[in-house]
């Protein structure tokens, strides 16, 4: 079956954006990347931040029921906060590495500069802080909402140092995941 046109130009995006930064994205380009005419990429997306909007939102979309179906399986597991952390570092090994990685990236940083895209980029990461206090919920951390956001920075930031460095290894994130869970399970809430 024959991927839809607006899943094309969508992809195009995301692999232009990683490959060449948001700078690249012009109509001309992603339409033909996507092997697509002008005037269908200019039907589906209107204007270039419908487009960006819309790329940040589908990559975000794909990565968290690719996450929550591993979760799924690991939780159903009854996996343990220790062997979680494991868990995540070979689940981190099988996600998103490459183009589409480093243009979520990117639209989250333009997000910083371009009001029409931030409300995209808040609630990617609010989906992301979601998940985590699913996780941790799972995994009987106390207080799940308190930690979440720090779960998500600390991949974010595992992220951004994988891609700059090359490392497809993932080394150290479950080191970094476990320090993280061990200061969640022993601290106690602010007064």
């Known amino acids: ?7 094309r130009i969508l992809q195009a995006a995301l692999r232009l954006i990683g490959e060449q930064g948001i700078g690249a994205v012009t109509n001309r380009a992603v339409a033909r990347a996507a092997e697509v005419s002008l005037g269908s990429l200019t039907y589906h997306f209107p204007s270039q931040t419908d487009l960006l909007r819309e790329a940040l939102q589908t990559f975000v ?8 179906s591993h979760i799924t399986r690991l939780t159903d597991a009854g996996v343990t906060p220790d062997r979680a952390a494991d868990e995540v570092e070979k689940a981190i090994i099988e996600f998103a590495y490459g183009p589409e ?7 989250h940083l333009h997000a910083a500069r371009d009001p029409d895209v931030q409300p995209t980029a808040i609630r990617s990461v609010d989906a992301y802080d979601r998940l985590a ?3 941790l919920t799972a995994l009987g951390i106390p207080d799940p909402d308190r930690h979440a956001p720090a779960v998500v920075a600390m991949l974010y930031g595992l992220a951004v140092r994988r891609l700059a460095t090359g490392d497809t290894s993932a080394a150290g994130t479950a080191d ?5 869970l061990h200061g969640a399970l022993h601290s106690e809430r602010p007064a």
């Not at 079956?1 to 899943?7: I, K, L, Q």
């Not at 990685?101 to 639209?107: G, H, R």
């Open 61 to 68: 979309d794909t990565e968290i029921e690719r996450i929550r």
């Open 133 to 135: 206090t699913t996780i």
């Open 1 to 7: 079956m024959s991927t839809p046109p607006r899943d």
């Open 176 to 180: 970094a995941f476990r320090t993280l």
């Open 101 to 107: 990685q480093i243009a979520n990236l990117e639209l």
